[in-house]
């Protein structure tokens, strides 16, 4: 992977992510970390009678022709009209260094598959970029750390859209992600991840986090 100064991170997204989910690494950048806005979403942590599906941890179901989508599946797109952003997503494992085995494409999206799917009733969705390459430029979440709170984020899965709404936005220190972050327990949310903060010795400081509410899912 070409490494720069934004893309640089992708080594320290967690130490929440070693404790609670085996480890997910990352990396943005900026002068300065972007200030806290808006209250994150609640958790509301279920019972063990309605506890989630556990995460996905082998091969992850396509949604060929002919195929009805699940209320799980696979999310493919996320757009953010207020950015201009129409990225595709790709399932991204986790490599024996810990490290998230995201798209080196910085137009594509990662989402951690141990982390909830869309239209689940329960977890966080979790998806991460790259903000851009020096082989390639801006990426998809370039402008992530000025994304509005009010914001609409529209995620495909199968032959749905499910609509999110940009409720908060937190930077954290590298390798201090919430342990929260990867509970699949939790009332339904999304979250997106990239980089920020100052960079020394190839790596960003900071995290930076929008945080996401559902509002509801329509078909295609």
């Known amino acids: 992977m070409t490494v720069n100064r934004r893309l640089a991170g992708w080594t ?34 279920s019972t063990p009678s309605e506890a989630a599906p556990g995460p996905v941890s082998g091969p992850v179901p396509g949604n060929g022709p002919g195929k009805s989508a699940s209320a799980w599946a696979v999310p493919t797109r996320v757009t953010i009209g207020a950015l201009r952003v129409d990225a595709p997503v790709d ?25 909830a799917a869309p239209g689940t009733p329960k977890g966080t969705v979790l998806l991460a ?45 590298k390798q201090r992600l919430p342990a929260d972050l990867y509970r699949t327990d939790s009332s339904p949310r999304l979250v997106l991840i990239t980089c920020g903060g100052t960079f020394h010795n190839g790596v960003y400081s900071h995290n930076v986090v929008v945080y996401a509410e559902p509002l509801g899912t329509g078909n295609m």
């Open 129 to 173: 970029g790259h903000v851009d390459t020096a082989r390639d430029g801006a990426g998809a979440l370039f402008r992530l750390e000025r994304l509005s709170m009010g914001a609409r984020i529209d995620v495909r899965a199968g032959d749905r859209v499910i609509t999110y709404r940009a409720v908060a936005r937190r930077s954290y220190v």
């Open 12 to 45: 320290a997204l967690a130490a929440g992510l070693l404790t609670v989910a085996g480890g997910v690494l990352l990396g943005v950048e900026s002068s300065r970390p972007p200030a806290a806005v808006g209250p994150p979403p609640a958790l509301r942590l």
């Open 91 to 115: 399932p991204a494992g986790v490599r024996p260094d810990r490290s998230l085995a995201v798209p080196e494409d910085p137009d594509r999206l990662g989402w951690w598959i141990g982390s």
